[in-house]
């Protein structure tokens, strides 16, 4: 479990240097590097036809919205 969390970090960690030295979005970098007909295009194929995008937005708005109550 230690190892999966080990390279996730990596993971990220690299990501988050890459979009930071190329000024470019996410989605720009992830298109970039995802191979065409590959695992992880697959798999984000998944994702968009479940709409996990729009779920995303619409959970951390709710979210927002519910924290501007509690702080009241």
């Known amino acids: 479990m230690?190892?999966?969390?080990?390279?996730?970090?990596?993971?990220?960690?690299?990501a988050l240097a890459l979009m930071e030295e190329?000024?470019?979005p996410p989605e720009l970098?992830?298109?970039?590097?995802t191979s065409p007909g590959?695992?992880?295009e697959a798999a984000i194929q998944v994702m968009?036809?479940?709409?996990v995008k729009k779920t995303i937005i619409k959970a951390i708005?709710?979210?927002v919205r519910r924290?501007?109550?509690?702080?009241?």
């Open 2 to 14: 230690e190892d999966s969390r080990t390279i996730f970090m990596a993971t990220l960690e690299g």
């Open 22 to 24: 190329l000024k470019e």
């Open 29 to 33: 970098l992830r298109k970039k590097v």
């Open 38 to 40: 590959g695992t992880t």
């Open 48 to 51: 968009e036809d479940g709409s």
């Open 61 to 63: 708005a709710a979210a």
């Open 67 to 72: 924290s501007k109550k509690l702080g009241k």
